[in-house]
C-alpha cells in the first residue's frame, strides 16, 4: 500500500521548490496580504485519521469552499425545489460575471458562482435575521469538523462588504427578475461573512468527509445528507466546483472539488477521503495553482480519481 503520509510530504517539498506559485487575490486586500509562500494540505480517512503536511494548521479564508456546506443546508431545507430558484451546468464564464443572469432571467447557472451561491444565501436567511443564519452556517461547520474554534474572520467579512460593489450588482440584478424573497444588504452579509470562514486544512477535510462517506459522518454515525443527495453534491462540485475551469480540474484530477479565492480547495475521493489543500496563490480563473498540481498528484498517486487509474 503507498504510504499517504510519504506522498504528502513528498508533495508539499514539491511546493516549497515550486518557482510560479499564482497570485494572490486582489480585489479583496485582505486576501492581498496573504503571504503565497504558504502550502498546506491534509487527508481525512473515513476511520478517523487525518494525515497532514506543510501549513496543514494555519488557518484561512476558505472563500467560496463554504458554499458546498451552504448547498448542503439549502438542500436540507428545500430539497429539490431549490433547483427551480439556481441551475446545475457548469457556467464557462468568471465567477462574478452578470452575463448569464441577463440571458438566463436571474437565474444562476450554477449554486458555486457567486451569483448561485447569492441565490443560496437568501433561501439559508429565510426565517432568519442574518446574524441568526451567520450563526447556523458556523455552527453546521464546526459539527462537521467537531471542532468549536472555527470561526469568521471579521477582517476579512469587513474588507469583502466594503469591496463587493460586483456582489451588490449580482443581487439587485436576480432581485429585479424577483428572484429574491429578502433585503440585498441582508443577504449580502450573510453570504460575505460565510465566505470569510477561517478554516485550516485539516478542519476542512474534516468537515468534508460526510460526502467522501455517502452523506454520513463516519466518526459519529450521523446522517448529514441522504447518499443520493451526497452523490448530487459531488456531481455538481465535479462539474461546477472551479468556475470556468472545472473542465480543466478535472481532466487533470479526476475528482470533485470545490475552490476559493483564498487559496483553498476541498477534494473528495468517495469512498476513500476528504481532502483539503491551501495554497493562497492563484491561476489565471481564480484557482489555487500549486493546490491543483498538488491535487493532481495526489491523485495520481493514491489511484483516487473517479474515471480510475
Not at 464546526?142 to 474572520?153: T, Y
Not at 468517495?270 to 491551501?278: C, L, T
Amino acid at each position: 500500500m503507498t504510504d499517504l503520509q510519504q506522498v504528502l510530504d513528498e508533495i508539499a517539498l514539491d511546493a516549497a521548490m515550486a518557482a510560479d506559485r499564482g497570485v494572490v487575490a486582489q480585489y479583496i486586500p485582505e486576501l492581498a496580504k496573504v503571504d503565497p509562500r504558504q502550502f498546506g494540505i491534509a487527508v481525512a480517512l473515513p476511520d478517523g485519521q487525518v494525515v497532514c503536511a506543510g501549513d496543514a494548521e494555519t488557518a484561512f479564508s476558505i472563500q467560496s469552499v463554504s458554499k458546498v456546506f451552504t448547498l448542503s443546508m439549502a438542500l436540507g431545507k428545500y430539497g429539490d425545489s431549490l433547483w427551480s430558484r439556481v441551475g446545475r451546468e457548469p457556467s464557462g464564464d468568471p465567477f462574478n460575471s452578470i452575463v448569464q443572469l441577463e440571458q438566463e432571467k436571474g437565474r444562476p447557472r450554477n449554486p458555486f458562482i457567486n451569483a448561485g451561491a447569492i441565490a443560496i444565501a437568501d433561501l439559508v436567511l429565510s426565517g432568519h435575521q442574518p446574524r441568526e443564519a451567520i450563526g447556523e452556517i458556523v455552527r453546521f461547520i464546526r459539527h462537521l469538523a467537531d471542532d468549536d474554534s472555527i470561526r469568521i474572520d471579521e477582517r476579512v467579512a469587513r474588507s469583502e462588504t466594503e469591496h463587493g460593489d460586483r456582489n451588490a450588482s449580482l443581487a439587485h440584478f436576480m432581485r429585479s427578475f424577483g428572484r429574491f424573497s429578502h433585503q440585498v444588504d441582508h443577504v449580502l452579509g450573510v453570504y460575505f461573512h460565510q465566505c470569510a470562514i477561517a478554516m485550516t486544512c485539516h478542519q476542512l477535510a474534516r468537515a468534508g468527509l460526510f460526502l467522501a462517506s455517502q452523506g454520513q459522518n463516519p466518526l459519529t454515525g450521523t446522517q448529514v445528507v441522504p447518499p443520493q443527495r451526497a452523490r448530487r453534491i459531488n456531481a455538481i462540485m465535479l462539474m461546477c466546483g472551479h468556475y470556468d475551469g472545472s473542465g480543466e480540474f478535472a481532466y487533470r484530477v479526476g475528482l470533485p472539488g470545490k475552490s476559493g479565492v483564498g487559496g483553498g480547495i476541498l477534494a473528495i475521493a468517495p469512498g476513500k477521503a476528504s481532502i483539503a489543500v491551501w495554497s493562497p496563490g492563484l491561476d489565471t480563473v481564480g484557482n489555487s495553482k500549486l493546490g491543483t498540481a498538488a491535487l493532481e498528484q495526489l491523485a495520481k498517486r493514491m489511484e483516487w480519481s473517479v474515471f480510475g487509474a
